[in-house]
């Protein structure tokens, strides 16, 4: 039997868009989606009708709706694809299943109300999200990443717009106490319209990050495997999504009792030194921080220890081979190379996409500091890849973030220390290879990483089946 829902029942917040819209927009268009609002459907077709009332949403909101590319945008679903025609992910019933359920139950307290962020790639799986949060009886406000609609209103809206814009964004997060987040790196269909300027962006990021602090709620991503990145990293696309799931199901428990013993390693630690044979040799002082245990109920696959370095100790060079697709941008950047003096960025290059990582770094004074170091440790994937979520979990891998540095003072129930006072409109990771590449990881001179293995026998869990 089909399971009937209301999309105006998902959320307060959805209910007062559905309210502003009926007070600043009257049309056919607007008249015909708000009666649709209201009405009984399936999961899917709930789903596709609140995508569809989203953009009408955003567009009276940025007051572009009578704009004739912003009405063209909304008529065309082949460069403008809605939820009905977003891809789903080529996994088994069972492998889907399991994803909802992390995704949704990796928060052990379940709190509500909930953000939950759908995007390509995760049409069938986020059916079954919705789904299972309706059986929770969870509040929660349901919202598409439309990376096509968005980039189309960035092109249009002045500096005063983009500031609303990150406003509205943030507001989102204000009136929840979770967010569950899919994202693509690289959807189905390339967008029709070229980034928006750099200005317009800043504007916007410093509107949402002044408004939206990191770790008010608790939060559980997963950025899914697409088409793309298994052709950017010469992967078959199903051995790409076994490889996703293969990372998902790991040992916990034995991840965990690794960890444990790292993190005491790195808590008692002062100066970490990582070199590897592609040029990278960097140091850098963690006195006074402690590291997190993050396995895989924030980050779905999971695995990885981090923390941060003191603001202005990080010296040396990092050569990050691979490419890479920040969450910011969503542009391509190959093989990037990082001079540091005293904290600071002071030269960076890339083989591919200079221009894009010059925005990063230019993008104010903080982006030109590190605000995390973190280890990766899943003992499956060995390879750099393209995936920004998956990528930073290589096990035998180091990632610095440009930018800024994590608030929390717990994680997980675990008191920690990780904030150098690094402040930025963004955190972006650079992931960089030491198995495969001689790396060493050197603690206050001892080493305990070799070739990317951990040297420590009650480490060997983490290094993986050879």
């Not at 010469?234 to 790991?250: E, S, T």
């Not at 006195?287 to 245990?293: H, I, L, P, V, Y």
């Amino acid at each position: 039997m089909t399971q009937l829902v209301t999309p105006l029942l998902f959320s307060e917040n959805t209910r007062e868009r559905a309210g502003f819209l009926a007070h600043h927009a009257s049309s056919d268009k607007v008249d015909a989606i708000l009666k649709k609002m209201a009405q009984p459907q399936s999961v899917a077709d709930a789903i596709q009708t609140t995508h569809e009332f989203q953009r009408l949403y955003l567009a009276c909101a940025m007051d572009v709706m009578h704009h004739p590319t912003i009405a063209a945008a909304l008529d065309d679903e082949t460069s403008f694809p809605t939820w009905k025609n977003f891809i789903a992910l080529q996994a088994t019933e069972a492998q889907q299943n399991k994803l909802a359920k992390l995704m949704v139950h990796g928060d052990p307290e379940i709190r509500t109300p909930v953000l939950l962020t759908l995007s390509d790639y995760s049409r069938s799986v986020g059916e079954k999200v919705v789904a299972e949060l309706i059986a929770l009886e969870a509040q929660f406000d349901l919202w598409i990443d439309d990376v096509h609609f968005q980039r189309r209103l960035f092109n249009l809206i002045d500096d005063s717009r983009a500031i609303a814009f990150g406003d509205l964004m943030a507001q989102r997060y204000e009136v929840v106490k979770r967010s569950i987040g899919f994202r693509s790196n690289n959807p189905s269909l390339e967008p029709i319209d070229p980034a928006a300027p750099s200005g317009i962006t800043k504007k916007y990021v410093d509107a949402f990050t002044s408004r939206k602090k990191h770790g008010d709620q608790f939060y559980t991503i997963t950025v899914l495997p697409t088409e793309k990145d298994a052709e950017l990293d010469q992967i078959p696309y199903q051995n790409y999504v076994d490889l996703f799931f293969r990372m998902c199901d790991v040992d916990w428990n034995k991840v965990d009792e690794a960890h444990q013993v790292l993190i005491a390693k790195l808590d008692a630690g002062k100066i970490l030194h990582i070199t590897n044979n592609d040029g990278t040799d960097v140091t850098m002082d963690i006195e006074g921080f402690t590291f997190a245990n993050s396995r895989v109920a924030k980050n779905v696959p999971g695995s990885e220890v981090f923390s941060a370095p003191r603001r202005d100790s990080v010296n040396g060079t990092i050569v990050a081979k691979g490419r890479f697709i920040p969450k910011t941008s969503r542009e391509l950047i190959e093989n990037i190379t990082l001079q540091i003096k005293d904290g600071k960025i002071i030269h960076y290059a890339a083989d591919t996409g200079f221009e894009h990582l010059r925005a990063i770094i230019e993008m104010d004074e903080g982006s030109h500091y590190f605000g995390e170091i973190g280890i990766g440790t899943n003992p499956v994937l060995k390879q750099h890849i393209t995936n920004s979520l998956m990528v930073e979990k290589i096990g035998g891998s180091f990632h610095i973030a440009i930018g800024a540095a994590y608030e929390y003072t717990d994680y997980l129930g675990d008191p920690v220390t990780l904030d150098n006072g690094n402040r930025s409109g963004l955190h972006v990771d650079i992931t960089t290879m030491l198995y495969g590449k001689e790396g060493m990881m050197y603690l206050d001179g001892k080493i305990i990483m070799k070739d990317g293995k951990f040297t420590d026998p009650q480490l060997a869990y983490l290094n993986g089946k050879e």
